[in-house]
């Protein structure tokens, strides 16, 4: 059995279909798997989905609905929801000090870009996954948001997968793109101009990677 | 763990306190809370290292669906037609964008 852990980016993504979104669907329909979510996404999620609505983006009763896909998958035994306690915060502090400090000179590892929260959702991640491996199951931190992905894999504990992930339709290479930018396939060249959902052709096949 | 401890000595030591019937009353309160997480946790699909974070105490399942109603979850659309009404209206929401803004603005 895999756990998958879902950050609010990944849970977010649910709901509006963007790059990723069949990755999403792929973990929710993976058999023999559970998902967790972390009460902090819910929060988060929230947020982010008025602020669609704030912006213009969505009608009044499309903030209506998409609250209310939110609130029946909280409801929804498919996912677990798991209470972030003070141990959390304290790990997600020492973790924080571990990943978010530029040493003097060196500028732009990526991982200075991570937050309280992003640390939460690692905390967490790494309190589950340790227990996880002392029997044998694994656990995979689900996200798009980069500072906290690169911090997971320099955490040796811990597995995580970028949601963005795709594979060429043309050769196989998998790898993670940057959005709304032109991306060429390092290995045969095809170009995805700009990488979006409408020109999104991507065959990867979630299982396969993880 | 210590702080499951200090909580149990709390509740022991105040239900001494109270009168006989109380205290039975209680006890039927508490088995019939049992029985309700029991029942719970048996239809959620945890891996059993969960179950076992759960039970010493150092993981605790979150109760933010007690708090969402029933009925104002019931969603007027699916998720697939919601969908496809924003694909419709040719909206693409950076959903992740505002994510990483309000985590930006902590």
């Known amino acids: 059995m895999i756990t998958f852990l879902f950050d609010a980016c990944a849970l977010a993504r649910r709901y509006f279909e963007d790059i990723g979104t069949a990755n999403i669907d792929q973990i929710c329909r993976y058999p023999d798997s559970a998902i967790v ?17 704030n912006t213009g983006m969505l009608d009044e009763d499309e903030l209506d609905d998409a609250l209310t896909l939110l609130d029946t998958d909280i409801l929804a035994l498919r996912f677990t929801k798991v209470k972030v306690d003070d141990e959390h915060i304290f790990d997600a502090a020492v973790l924080l000090r571990r990943h978010k400090v530029v040493p003097s000179g ?29 029997v044998g199951d694994r656990l995979i931190l689900v996200t798009s948001d980069g500072a906290l992905y690169q911090s997971a894999l320099d ?41 979006k959902f409408e020109n999104c052709d991507s065959t990867l096949e979630v299982k396969s990677v993880l | ?63 933010l669906a007690s708090y ?28 992740e964008e505002y994510i990483r803004e309000e985590r930006g603005k902590r």
């Not at chain 1, 979510?37 to 819910?42: D, G, R, S, W």
């Not at chain 1, 990526?110 to 996954?129: H, M």
């Open chain 2, 68 to 95: 969402v109603k029933a009925d104002s979850a019931r969603p007027r659309v699916s998720l697939e037609e919601f969908r496809h009404r924003l694909r419709e209206k040719e909206v693409s929401v950076p959903i």
């Open chain 1, 155 to 195: 955490e040796p504990e811990l597995e995580a997968f970028h949601f963005w992930t795709c594979q060429c339709s043309s050769c196989g290479h998998i790898r993670i793109p940057i959005k709304a930018q032109d991306n060429t396939c390092p290995a045969c060249g095809k170009l995805c101009q700009p990488c």
């Open chain 2, 1 to 63: 763990m210590d702080a499951a401890i200090a909580y149990e000595e709390q509740i022991v030591s105040t239900v001494r306190r109270l009168p006989f019937h109380k205290r039975l009353e209680v006890l039927r309160i508490v088995q019939r809370m049992e029985r309700e997480v029991v029942e719970e946790e048996s239809r959620l699909k945890l891996p059993q290292f969960m179950r076992t974070m759960i039970a010493a105490g150092t993981l605790e399942l979150s109760s």
């Open chain 1, 106 to 134: 060196q500028v732009g590892t990526g991982k200075a870009g991570i937050g309280g929260a992003d640390a939460v959702y690692l905390a967490i991640a790494l309190a589950l996954t340790r227990e996880a491996r002392r």
């Open chain 1, 37 to 53: 979510i972390p009460n902090l996404a819910y929060a988060e999620t929230t947020s982010a989905i008025i602020a669609s609505y």
